[in-house]
């Protein structure tokens, strides 16, 4: 059935608004749609330039710690000693101080009124000729007054020692310059009052190093000691290496100078060398570990005029310990007379290096081990050669004594093992 115009016009006019809403609603729509995909996107976008933002940070830093810990490493390099070893020798906190001397607790005027012990009466000297004499007595001395004396002035010297005459007698005490027993003063003694630290400077310093600045000069000290007596011996801060060496970097008055002082070696050789062998109860201490030479003050020290210990006169003084090797450092040694003490262990091989030694008197000590060994005979220029009542072990190999000390007049090495 046709429809008439009318009712088609009326018709269309009823559903054009229809059409109309429902494409509008549907063009809304599209519209929201397409702005939410723009905002998805967007923020899709964000994310990603924030991660790539990341990542770059992220290989910034782990290509700095790269460059700082290769850094390191080549600081560690060039550093004299390592990081292990420098943690390894750091010397325990709270260290005490040695104790003090047993001769302190006296009073100075009981140590004035104190004198060596009298000499017995001297026996038959003994002849010039340089034959080879073996003595049963353990005890016999060199005499404290031979024609060519050394002087306790820092500038004698020893003349025509050949011409030394040597008595028998056993009980003659060590010569002292002072006519009284030494006082004991603040700088007798030290006392580990810091922890020795070493430098982490690196060694490869520029050409000019200001030797006075208080870190420098310490590292520079103790390179120095640590090349004389190894690492090792300073990883106990008690040993007597710690304490001759804390006394030199901060409590010795000389205050030495690492890179002026020519004498630093002997004077911690002679530091380590007290502390080994108990020097606070020696009984003639005095003067040590004061002034500024080891020559002047230094009681049973003497000393040439280039200022070498040429002489160390410590019978019967209480020495109670082992002898250190650090007497290598003593390279003008003539004259080394311990005997009637308490020394223990064996005698170093290192005195083989002191071949200006015309004297050498160990005897009634607690000595062991082997006495002739290899480097003794390069002591090429000994005289009196004197070991008797000790606890020594081995044969005697004559013909190296005869051909090693051609000058050789006394040779005691009685009542040994």
């Known amino acids: 059935m046709t429809l008439s115009f009318r009712r088609r016009a009326i018709l269309i006019l009823l559903v054009i608004p229809l059409v109309e809403k429902t494409s509008g609603k549907t063009f809304g729509r599209s519209l929201r749609y397409i702005d939410h995909v723009k905002k998805e996107q967007s923020h899709t976008l964000k994310n990603a330039y924030h991660q790539s933002a990341n990542l770059d940070n992220q290989a910034r830093r ?8 290769l850094l390191q490493q080549r600081r560690l390099r060039k550093k004299s000693i390592s990081v292990k070893e420098y943690e390894r020798l ?25 004198s060596p012990k009298a000499s017995k009466s001297s026996k038959d000297s003994i002849s010039e000729s340089p034959t080879v004499t073996i003595s049963e007595n353990p005890t016999a001395a060199i005499s404290e007054s031979p024609t060519a004396s050394i002087s306790e002035s820092p500038t004698a010297t020893i003349s ?9 007698a056993p009980t003659i005490s060590p010569e002292s310059s002072s006519s009284s027993a030494p006082s004991i003063s603040s700088s007798s003694a030290p006392s580990i ?19 006075t600045d208080p870190e420098t000069r310490e590292r520079l000290l103790m390179e120095k000691f640590v090349g004389i007596s190894g690492e090792k011996s300073f990883i106990d801060p008690n040993s007597p290496q710690s304490k001759a060496a804390n006394w030199i970097i901060n409590e010795d008055p000389l205050n030495a100078n690492p890179c002026t002082f020519s004498s630093l070696a002997q004077r911690y050789a002679m530091g380590v060398f007290y502390f080994a062998l108990n ?11 004061g002034g ?13 005029g280039d200022g070498l210990v040429i002489s160390l006169l410590l019978s019967q003084n209480n020495l109670v310990g082992k002898i250190p090797r650090e007497v290598k450092e003593l390279t003008g040694m003539q004259l080394f007379q311990a005997y009637d003490n308490e020394i223990s262990g064996r005698i170093p091989t290192e005195i083989g290096l002191l071949q200006n030694m015309v004297g050498f008197d160990i005897e009634s000590n607690k000595l062991e081990g082997e006495l002739f060994f290899d480097e003794v005979f390069e002591l090429t220029n000994i005289q009196f050669f004197r070991a008797s009542g000790n606890q020594f072990s081995g044969t005697v190999p ?5 051909t090693s ?3 050789l007049k006394q040779f005691w090495i009685a009542k040994n093992r």
Do not use: M
Request: glycine share 6%; net charge positive.
């Open 62 to 69: 782990k290509h700095n710690e790269t460059a700082t810990t």
């Open 90 to 114: 750091q010397p325990a906190k709270g260290a005490r101080s040695p104790t003090k001397s047993k001769s302190s607790k006296k009073s100075k005027s009981s140590k004035k009124s104190k």
């Open 160 to 168: 025509e020692i050949p011409t030394v005459t040597i008595s028998l």
């Open 193 to 211: 009052s810091k922890i020795i630290k070493l430098s982490s400077v690196p060694s490869s310093a520029p050409t000019s190093i200001n030797c």
């Open 279 to 289: 020097g606070d109860d020696w009984i003639y201490n005095g003067g040590w570990f």
């Open 292 to 304: 500024t030479s080891v020559c002047v003050g230094w009681q049973s020290v003497s000393c040439d």
């Open 398 to 402: 004559w013909n190296n004594v005869i």
């Open 405 to 407: 000390f051609p000058k």
